[in-house]
């Protein structure tokens, strides 16, 4: 068939629809002329009489009424085709790079990610795990992960995680021969597994705030880390105090492991936030991703 007859087929199919050349013109984008004529042509190449035109009505006569049934059901799978091979093109593709902190990708990305991937399998996500604060304009990273504090203010920041806290933990064998501090004064009698920060390379330095008091307490000990989880270990067998993320020590503590202290010296603080540059233009995977991880609660 040739390729003016599908538009021509589609014609008949509007005008018998709309009972009407004018309505049908107007679905199509057509003049009702051309539209007649086009008719015209059709019937002639067919040798068959498809519509009976009255000056009040437009009706399919038998043949194009048989037509029509044929048109309609073909045109609907044809309409469903279109549907279906239109699903790859909006389909969620691609490789989405994102820099976050070791806390963050374990506590934050990974639980989204574990959800939402098994269902779009066409999507990659690239996680680099730093605990730097990157420039990911300059690194080429679709995104990064860090605290709401932490985010230049020419970013946008989307909220990803709920608020935060920190928390000064021992094991109950560490307080067997020492008191518990009441304040962050109390700390210099103690000691203390510290974190050595990746930025300038010193020890972070205890964040306390009661009131109007902010201290910061620079502690030393037998142990520098640079991650958490050595932390963690160091603090279970007792050989001091840390400061650790509040998630990270809640099962330990609810199970005796850990003891908590200066709780009160400790408020919550903005948590992960999802950022990127402005002027970035979304794909759809990215838009998903950043949907799957906002923050709810």
Same mark, same amino acid.
């Not at 935060?164 to 700390?187: C, H, I, N, W």
């Given at each position: ?8 087929? %589609? ?14 013109a ?15 042509? /059709?019937?002639?190449? %067919? ?12 009706? @399919? +006569? ?15 799978? =044809?309409?469903a085709?279109?549907a279906?091979?239109?699903?790859f !093109?909006? $389909? @969620?593709?691609?490789?989405i790079?994102i +820099? ?8 934050? /990305? ?6 939402l /991937?098994? &269902? ?6 690239? =996680?680099?795990?730093? #605990?730097? /604060?990157? &420039? =990911? ?7 990064g ?7 230049? $203010? &020419?970013?946008?920041?989307v909220?990803?995680? @709920? ?14 021969? !020492? ?9 210099t009698?103690? !000691?203390? =597994? ?8 010193? %020890? ?7 009131? $109007? !008091?902010?201290? #910061?307490?620079?502690?030393?000990? @037998?142990?520098?880390? #640079?991650?958490?989880?050595?932390? %963690? ?24 492991r ?16 999802l ?15 950043? &949907? ?6």
């Open positions: 068939m040739l390729r003016t007859d599908l538009n021509d087929l %589609l014609a008949v199919l509007a005008v018998a629809r709309e009972r009407s050349f004018t309505r049908a107007a679905q199509l984008g057509v003049s009702p002329s051309a539209l007649s004529q086009a008719l015209r042509g /059709l019937e002639a190449r %067919l040798g068959l009489r498809l519509l009976t035109r009255t000056t009040r009505s437009v009706a @399919p +006569t038998e043949a194009g009424e048989r037509l029509l049934r044929g048109l309609g059901q073909a045109f609907d799978h =044809i309409d085709a279109l279906a091979i239109g699903e !093109r909006e $389909k @969620p593709s691609g490789t790079r +820099t976050a902190g070791e806390h963050a990708a374990e506590a934050v /990305l990974w639980p989204a990610l574990e959800k /991937l098994p &269902d779009y399998p066409d999507i990659t996500v690239e =996680i680099d795990v730093t #605990n730097t /604060l990157t &420039d =990911i304009v300059a690194g080429r990273y679709d995104a992960v860090r605290l709401g504090e932490q985010v230049a $203010k &020419d970013m946008v920041a909220r990803i995680g @709920p608020e935060m806290r920190m928390a000064v933990v021992g094991a109950p064998s560490y307080f067997e021969t !020492r008191s518990r501090p009441k304040s962050p004064q109390d700390l009698e103690h !000691r203390y =597994i510290n974190l050595r920060l990746p930025t300038l390379g010193g %020890l972070y330095a205890w964040e306390f705030e009661k009131g $109007k !008091r902010e201290p #910061n307490v620079r502690v030393e000990g @037998p142990l520098v880390f #640079n991650v958490t989880p050595l932390m %963690l270990k160091a603090a279970l067998a007792g050989f001091g105090l840390a400061c650790l993320f509040e998630d990270v020590v809640q099962a330990h503590l609810a199970e005796g850990l003891v908590r202290v200066l709780a009160d010296w400790c408020p919550p603080f903005p948590g992960y936030h950022y990127y540059p402005s002027h970035r233009q979304p794909t759809a995977a990215f838009t998903l991703l950043v &949907d799957a991880l906002r923050f709810r609660g």
